[in-house]
């Protein structure tokens, strides 16, 4: 939100004729992280033109972004590289397809749990066809004022048939949950409605891809016009081992076991392999080392494992014992020392005062 209203400042003050101001803000976002970019994007002339708008936040209701396929990777596995596949091709050999009376819309609909790689997965695509990517973000879209959600998706997918582009619905449950459902009265089924006209009003050839990780909200209705779906699992070994090279990069050095890294990871997501490796790198970087500790690596997968599995390890106690607990030899009491910068009399004192918490306990 800050990002687009930094982006609608600098508009404003441009059309104001306080020119060096909206220099000014535009190069603070340019600046600012990667995620920010794309209201810098919306808010220069001549990028992505007039983006809607919500009219009472007068929030964009889309990011423009153009993803190259350098910079976005995605790990599948194969069965869903190949759905990928025939997907794309639908999309570049729409009109061949077409003459023949062989074509199929090209939609696609990804569900899966958080942090599967959903949304990377739309950026990869958009990236492959060379189009740009417009991003619907629909919980912004879904707005107070009654009736004006409708508008904004009429506006969203208007804007969508102007120029060739991926239109991408992020998190379409916001939209498109069941109409029978008891909270969805009145508002929300006038919306689902919407949502299923502009689908069917769309020129055929236009790329939609929908992605939500509540798959079982979404009215059968939405399902049937998304002639490809992509269910996004939990990544198996080879694509965590994937995952795990490309995220520790040049970091990974020669010194990293993948195969145990991969072993101990079994049940993350993508999302908390590129965690875990961004803070192991985070770390070697701030001391001077040109890869990551493996120690230190598996120190942080386990701490973010046990976070993941709802244990609140709130001291320095609690993480010792956990890991002592949950692998006695590769965080023996001298490499504890080492990783926490405290003495091994330290850490047997830490061992001490545990009670029956641990991997296999509950953990206060
Ligand atoms: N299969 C994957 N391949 C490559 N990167 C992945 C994969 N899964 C997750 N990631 C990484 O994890 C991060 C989160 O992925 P992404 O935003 O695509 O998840 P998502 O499925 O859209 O999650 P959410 O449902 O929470 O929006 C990204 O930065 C991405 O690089
Ligand atoms: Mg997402």
Redesign the pocket.
């Known amino acids: 939100m800050a990002a687009s209203y930094a982006g609608l400042l600098a508009e404003k003050l441009e059309t104001a004729g306080e020119r060096e101001q909206a220099i000014m803000v535009r190069q603070r976002l340019v600046r600012a992280p990667k995620a920010l970019a794309s209201a810098q994007d919306a808010a220069s002339p001549g990028g992505a033109g007039q983006l809607p708008i919500d009219g009472e936040s007068r929030l964009h209701t889309v990011d423009f972004s153009r993803p190259s396929s350098g910079e976005v990777?995605?790990?599948?596995p194969s069965g869903l590289e190949r759905r990928v596949a025939d997907f794309l091709d639908a999309s570049r050999h729409y009109d061949v397809l077409a003459r023949a009376g062989a074509a199929i819309p090209p939609r696609m609909l990804?569900f899966?749990?958080?942090?599967?790689?959903?949304?990377?997965?739309?950026?990869w695509i958009a990236a492959q066809l060379g189009l740009p990517l417009l991003t619907v973000r629909c919980d912004t879209l879904v707005s107070s004022l009654l009736g004006q959600t409708s508008k904004n998706l009429r506006r969203v997918f208007e804007y969508a048939q102007g120029s060739p582009a991926v239109l991408f619905l992020?998190?379409v449950d916001a939209l498109a949950s069941a109409r029978g459902n008891e909270r969805d009265v009145g508002e929300l089924q006038r919306v689902v409605v919407s949502l299923l006209q502009n689908i069917d009003a769309l020129e055929e050839n236009v790329v939609l891809i929908a992605?939500?990780?509540h798959d079982r909200l979404l009215d059968p209705a939405v399902w049937r016009r998304f002639a490809f779906q992509l269910p996004?699992p939990l990544?198996d070994a080879g694509?965590r081992d994937?995952?795990w090279r490309?995220?520790l990069g040049a970091f990974g050095g020669t010194g990293v076991d993948f195969a145990t890294l991969t072993a101990c990871s079994a049940g993350v997501?993508?999302?908390?392999?590129?965690?875990v490796s961004l803070d192991a790198k985070r770390h070697a970087v701030m001391a001077r080392q040109t890869s990551v500790d493996e120690a230190e690596t598996h120190r942080r997968l386990a701490l973010a494992m046990a976070l993941m599995q709802g244990k609140e390890l709130s001291s320095v106690d609690d993480e010792v014992r956990w890991l002592r607990k949950l692998d006695m030899r590769r965080f023996s009491v001298r490499e504890l020392s080492r990783l926490y910068g405290v003495t091994t009399r330290q850490i047997n004192n830490m061992m001490k005062g545990s009670k029956s918490d641990g991997p296999q306990g509950k953990v206060e």
């Open positions: 990777f995605v790990a599948l990804i899966g749990p958080s942090g599967t790689g959903k949304t990377q997965s739309a950026r992020d998190e992605a939500t990780n996004m990544p694509l994937q995952l490309k995220h997501t993508g999302a908390l392999i590129e965690q």
